[in-house]
């Protein structure tokens, strides 16, 4: 079965950065699209990032230049790179690989004072 294991969240200032971790077990990880979301207090889930096989990318607008994803196919990892958070990107992050329906148990983001 597919396993994701996120890791690299945590509390950070307004301005800071953080870069999140996904490793995926249970797959042929290269051949397939992964995804972040994320989910703040009381909100819906929303798609943060994609990156596609061929290392395509496409971003929601609210973190197009702050945000970059990419991967390690030799590691089977995904990044999401986060700079200049803001206080609005404090949500629960998700990995996830569309194809398969896989997700990961989240890894909490605060940006707070």
């Known amino acids: 079965q597919v396993q994701l294991v996120e890791s690299g969240g945590g509390l950070v200032q307004p301005g800071g950065s953080l870069r999140l971790s996904c490793t995926a077990s249970g797959m042929i990880f290269s051949i397939y699209a992964m995804a972040w979301y994320r989910q703040a207090p009381g909100k819906q889930r929303e798609l943060v990032a994609t990156i596609f096989s061929g290392n395509t990318t496409v971003y929601a607008d609210n973190v197009k230049g702050r945000f970059t994803i990419s991967r390690d196919n030799a590691m089977n990892t995904v990044y999401l790179q986060m700079n200049n958070l803001k206080p609005e990107d404090t949500a629960v992050y998700y990995c996830?690989?569309?194809?398969?329906?896989?997700w990961g148990q989240g890894t909490q983001v605060t940006v707070s004072s």
């Open positions: 996830s690989c569309p194809s398969h329906g896989s």
